[in-house]
Nanobody, 116 residues
């Protein structure tokens, strides 16, 4: 089992920055991939960014060049640095992990609100 806890959300003005954190605990040695998703009110949850165990990253087109996902293995934490935030980035952001058996784990989410 893996437990994920997100933090770092909040209210920021357009053009500002936030850094989200996702702390993993439990059977972390089994984690292969970690991802960030987001869900805006009235919309489906969408994938934002991912990082694999080798450090490879990929991003949704909507955030490419503005968001950076990184991983601190020593701290068992994944970060999402969000710059040049836009009102359309407003959403609940979720951390998600896959283990070696392809089981999926989710955090509880953290709210990000970008005011115009």
């Amino acid at each position: 089992q893996v437990q994920l806890v997100e933090s770092g959300g909040g209210l920021v003005q357009a053009g500002g920055s936030l850094r989200l954190s996702c702390a993993a605990s439990g059977s972390i040695f089994n984690i292969n991939v970690m991802r960030w998703y987001r869900q805006a009110p009235g919309k489906q949850r969408e994938w934002v960014a991912g990082i694999n165990s080798g450090g490879g990253t990929n991003y949704a087109d909507s955030v490419k060049g503005r968001f950076t996902i990184s991983r601190d293995s020593a701290q068992n934490t994944v970060y999402l640095q969000m710059n040049s935030l836009k009102p359309e980035d407003t959403a609940v952001y979720y951390c998600q992990a896959d283990d070696s058996n392809r089981r999926k784990y989710w955090g509880q989410g953290t709210q990000v609100t970008v005011s115009s």
